[in-house]
């Protein structure tokens, strides 16, 4: 179960993803969109909706706290009402259910997912919650104390903090929304107002964007109109992690926008079967999949491996992230059955549409035998300052013990086709040693859990509210991360030549024994040279205090306004 944030693929259940506005399948609030799902956000939205089930919040007050009871086994101690630091949530824990809402300063309204407890309490307090209709647990709440507490989703690379709100739930929660159009319409300036972390690198005025697409709105503005008010909003992002959906008569939704950085194109699937042909061409025979074909591992000429990672997420049908994490495991065993004969290891992303951060880390694991800090996240946690974010939370890979490892050379084959956790895991790598040689193109630059928001009847938005932090505090959203070596990538004239210069060229570097000495910066240099973010919102996230239940405070004084 996630609460805001990443992301199922394509043709398979993702797990789901981190807190956030219950972040889905990186993130119980939204999901975390994986594979496929997350290199396009209409896909992402298509996808992952048809994945989860909305939430549906009813108007139950929280539980009294008591504390006769609360330290002994089996007695959940959380219940209660809790605010997310960052993500605009709130989520409601009665008896065995777990409930969310989004909340903006104007606003509180039933969130995108719910889910119920699954088993007992462990001893420390420690619930497990499952994403509803699952039978299996997603996620975990720890309580810290009496009023605090941190959520954990299954697969995420970090955790999320809770609040307990004294108060119990907001009454505006209780109330039923207004679902006119210009109602609709502030719920979704205000969500993309208090958690987009982007408008300033972007050069976005967003209050300017609003307030003139506000003005357009009447009493006889109709569904369609308002959808083409949010789309105009949103397209000048150039975001792969912006989307709308729109709700099907049917149920579910149906992705109406999804952004990608301009210059890119969301893969064909004509485009990935040219892609594997021309692959296959180099291998010395056909790889063998895993992973509901999301995995490919191959041998390439001269002793060197091959393994192709199309999504972090969608290798079993419908399971628990474990699951996952073990069908990614049997690709790895075989890739690295050998490892003293591997000359070195091409990891092929460049059709990777993202899904589960821990999953790329768990790859990152078995390619060193020391430990290296990956990235550190930070989340926008202040409605009105776009400059203040939680403190860093480290992910450190740590070298896999009990297994085989392998710890030479490695190329890593990217494109703007790489997408999200495919990103993470770049960016993770970056800091091995010795560095990867990056060939290709620069990634798509999106790397934030995403959230899914119901804004109003009909329309569900899709927004990052999160930086992944390079060793320096900078980033790579926006133009991506760039590649050492620069190639065409599935470019037409390569395809109808069945030529793939990308992956001869990292043989003819891993061949040389050249892939870690090719003058590779790391990704703090990279992100340097290319400019990619200000690093001075790092450094202000690092010191930022917390702003914890700042969004629920002036949402219930200010009840009603607009």
């Given at each position: 179960?996630?609460?805001?944030?990443?992301?199922?693929?394509a043709?398979?259940?993702?797990?789901a993803?981190?807190?956030?506005?219950a972040?889905?399948?990186?993130?119980?609030?939204a999901?975390r969109?994986?594979?496929a799902?997350r290199?396009?956000?209409?896909a992402?939205?298509?996808?992952?909706?048809?994945a989860?089930?909305?939430?549906?919040?009813?108007?139950?007050?929280?539980?009294?706290?008591?504390?006769g009871?609360t330290?002994r086994?089996?007695?959940?101690?959380?219940?209660g009402?809790?605010?997310?630091n960052?993500y605009?949530?709130i989520?409601?824990?009665h008896?065995?259910?777990?409930?969310?809402?989004?909340v903006?300063?104007?606003?509180?309204?039933p969130g995108f997912?719910s889910?119920?407890?699954?088993?007992?309490?462990?001893?420390?307090?420690?619930?497990?919650?499952?994403?509803s209709?699952?039978?299996y647990?997603?996620?975990?709440?720890?309580?810290?104390?009496h009023?605090?507490?941190?959520?954990?989703?299954?697969?995420?690379?970090s955790?999320?903090?809770?609040?307990?709100?004294?108060?119990?739930?907001?009454?505006?929660?209780?109330?039923?929304?207004?679902?006119?159009?210009?109602?609709?319409?502030?719920?979704?300036?205000?969500?993309?107002e208090?958690?987009y972390?982007?408008?300033a690198?972007k050069?976005?005025?967003?209050?300017?964007k609003?307030?003139q697409?506000?003005?357009?709105?009447?009493?006889?503005?109709?569904?369609?109109?308002l959808?083409?008010i949010?789309?105009?909003?949103?397209e000048?992002?150039?975001?792969?992690?912006?989307?709308?959906?729109?709700?099907?008569?049917?149920g579910?939704?149906?992705?109406?926008?999804?952004g990608?950085?301009?210059?890119?194109?969301?893969?064909?699937?004509?485009?990935?079967?040219?892609?594997?042909?021309?692959v296959a061409?180099q291998?010395?025979?056909?790889?063998q999949?895993?992973?509901?074909?999301?995995?490919g591992v191959?041998e390439?000429?001269?002793?060197?491996g091959?393994?192709?990672v199309s999504g972090?997420?969608?290798?079993?049908?419908?399971?628990p992230?474990q699951d996952?994490?073990?069908?990614?495991?049997?690709?790895?065993?075989?890739?690295?059955?050998?490892?003293?004969?591997?000359?070195g290891?091409?990891v092929?992303?460049?059709l990777?549409?993202?899904?589960?951060?821990?999953l790329?880390?768990?790859?990152?694991?078995?390619?060193?035998?020391?430990?290296?800090?990956?990235?550190?996240?930070?989340?926008?946690n202040?409605?009105?300052?776009?400059?203040?974010?939680?403190?860093?939370?480290?992910?450190?890979?740590?070298?896999?013990?009990?297994t085989t490892?392998y710890?030479g050379?490695?190329?890593?084959?990217?494109?703007?086709?790489?997408?999200?956790?495919?990103?993470?895991?770049?960016?993770?790598?970056?800091?091995?040693?010795?560095a990867?040689?990056?060939?290709?193109?620069?990634?798509?630059?999106?790397?934030?859990?995403?959230?899914?928001?119901?804004?109003?009847?009909?329309f569900?938005?899709?927004l990052?509210?999160?930086k992944?932090?390079?060793?320096?505090?900078?980033?790579?959203?926006g133009?991506?991360?760039p590649?050492?070596?620069?190639?065409?990538?599935?470019?037409?004239?390569?395809l109808?030549?069945?030529r793939?210069?990308?992956?001869t060229?990292?043989?003819?570097?891993?061949?040389?024994?050249a892939?870690?000495?090719t003058?590779?910066?790391?990704?703090t240099?990279?992100?340097?040279a290319?400019?990619?973010?200000?690093?001075a919102?790092?450094?202000?996230?690092?010191?930022?205090?917390?702003?914890?239940?700042?969004?629920?405070?002036?949402a219930a004084?200010?009840?009603?306004?607009?």
């Amino acid at each position: 179960m996630g609460i805001g944030r990443r992301r199922p693929t394509a043709g398979a259940t993702g797990t789901a993803g981190a807190t956030g506005a219950a972040t889905a399948p990186r993130r119980a609030g939204a999901a975390r969109l994986s594979g496929a799902a997350r290199a396009a956000g209409v896909a992402a939205v298509a996808l992952a909706v048809t994945a989860g089930t909305i939430g549906t919040a009813g108007a139950v007050g929280a539980a009294p706290d008591g504390d006769g009871d609360t330290r002994r086994p089996g007695v959940n101690r959380l219940e209660g009402v809790w605010q997310t630091n960052g993500y605009g949530i709130i989520v409601e824990i009665h008896g065995t259910a777990f409930t969310t809402y989004d909340v903006t300063r104007i606003s509180c309204t039933p969130g995108f997912y719910s889910g119920a407890q699954v088993g007992a309490p462990g001893r420390d307090g420690t619930v497990r919650y499952g994403q509803s209709g699952k039978a299996y647990a997603s996620s975990s709440v720890t309580p810290r104390g009496h009023d605090r507490a941190v959520y954990q989703e299954d697969g995420a690379a970090s955790a999320r903090e809770f609040t307990r709100l004294p108060g119990g739930l907001p009454a505006q929660c209780r109330q039923p929304a207004p679902q006119d159009a210009l109602a609709s319409f502030d719920r979704f300036w205000a969500t993309f107002e208090e958690n987009y972390p982007f408008f300033a690198a972007k050069g976005i005025d967003w209050r300017a964007k609003g307030a003139q697409a506000r003005a357009g709105i009447t009493p006889q503005t109709s569904t369609d109109d308002l959808q083409k008010i949010l789309v105009d909003l949103l397209e000048p992002l150039g975001d792969a992690h912006t989307a709308l959906g729109r709700k099907r008569p049917g149920g579910g939704y149906a992705g109406v926008f999804g952004g990608l950085r301009p210059g890119t194109a969301e893969p064909t699937d004509e485009l990935r079967e040219q892609a594997a042909r021309a692959v296959a061409a180099q291998l010395l025979a056909p790889e063998q999949t895993f992973g509901q074909g999301q995995l490919g591992v191959g041998e390439l000429p001269g002793g060197i491996g091959y393994l192709r990672v199309s999504g972090f997420s969608g290798y079993v049908e419908d399971g628990p992230y474990q699951d996952h994490a073990a069908e990614l495991d049997r690709a790895l065993d075989l890739l690295l059955a050998h490892p003293e004969r591997l000359n070195g290891v091409v990891v092929d992303l460049r059709l990777n549409g993202g899904g589960s951060d821990e999953l790329g880390l768990r790859i990152a694991a078995r390619l060193t035998d020391r430990p290296f800090l990956a990235y550190r996240k930070v989340a926008r946690n202040d409605p009105a300052d776009p400059t203040r974010f939680t403190r860093p939370q480290p992910s450190v890979v740590r070298p896999a013990a009990g297994t085989t490892r392998y710890t030479g050379p490695v190329a890593l084959l990217t494109a703007g086709s790489t997408v999200s956790a495919g990103e993470t895991f770049t960016q993770a790598m970056a800091e091995r040693r010795p560095a990867p040689v990056r060939i290709g193109e620069n990634t798509q630059g999106v790397f934030s859990d995403i959230m899914f928001k119901p804004v109003s009847a009909d329309f569900v938005a899709v927004l990052p509210n999160e930086k992944f932090l390079t060793r320096s505090g900078s980033t790579f959203d926006g133009p991506g991360i760039p590649p050492n070596v620069r190639t065409p990538v599935f470019t037409p004239e390569e395809l109808s030549q069945g030529r793939d210069s990308a992956l001869t060229e990292a043989r003819r570097l891993l061949s040389a024994g050249a892939a870690g000495s090719t003058g590779a910066s790391d990704a703090t240099d990279a992100a340097d040279a290319t400019d990619a973010t200000d690093a001075a919102n790092a450094a202000d996230a690092a010191n930022a205090a917390d702003a914890t239940g700042a969004a629920v405070s002036t949402a219930a004084a200010g009840a009603g306004s607009r």
